[in-house]
């Protein structure tokens, strides 16, 4: 791995994030076949957010004064915020323009940023005056690399959906533990299984 590192929160947190992939990579290499060995987009967020989570939850344990306890709990949330909710609008603007595709509907840069637009102001409440919406958010979908790849978000949303189904940090923290101890794995979806 190699990061930027300036001894922030943020930047443990991207060291987690990231060791996740870095152990769910040589795990998933050491492990299986090479022709089986690279993981689908599906799980390729389970171990980097499980280390996210591992994180918040020690640094909760070890902090006690309220206030950074507070901003932790701001940032974590912020970030779910992210997953969730910015991951669900964007696979619903990645959906809607491969339908326009199948349909043969033009997509010009004009007509994908008038679909963003009316989608971002859907679900930040725009028209009802929740949170206002600027002009210049209409083209923010082309500097946002996961749409040049097919279904990426898609797929990320059905991970997340996955994540917060059946993993919550706390249980997580316990199965670690038991892998440790037992060196056996637990019961978990098959697809992520496979990949371990």
């Not at 609008?89 to 840069?109: D, S, V």
């Not at 989608?119 to 040049?148: Q, R, T």
């Not at 923290?173 to 299984?193: F, G, L, M």
Request: hydrophobic share 35%; charged share 20%.
């Amino acid at each position: 791995m190699l990061l930027n590192y300036n001894g922030t929160y943020n930047d443990m947190s991207t060291v987690a994030h990231e060791f996740g992939h870095s152990m769910q990579s040589y795990l998933s290499n050491k492990n299986q076949p090479y022709a089986t060995s690279q993981y689908p987009i599906f799980v390729a967020e389970v171990a980097s957010t499980f280390n996210e989570a591992l994180l918040i939850d020690y640094m909760l344990k070890q902090i006690k004064d309220d206030n950074a306890r507070l901003s932790l709990l701001g940032s974590y949330l912020e970030n779910i915020k992210g997953t969730v909710f910015r991951q669900t609008q964007f696979a619903e603007f990645e959906l809607r323009i491969h339908e326009m595709a199948e349909k043969g509907e033009p997509l010009t840069g004009d007509v994908l940023n008038k679909v963003y637009d009316e989608i971002v102001k859907k679900y930040y409440g725009h028209d009802k005056n929740v949170c206002i919406v600027d002009d210049e958010i209409k083209a923010e979908w082309m500097y946002i690399p996961h749409f040049y790849y097919n279904f990426y978000v898609i797929n990320m949303q059905l991970h997340t959906q996955h994540h917060l189904h059946y993993l919550n940090a706390r249980l997580l923290v316990i199965k670690r533990q038991q892998i440790s101890i037992s060196n056996s794995s637990p019961p978990v979806d098959p697809i992520i299984q496979f990949h371990y």
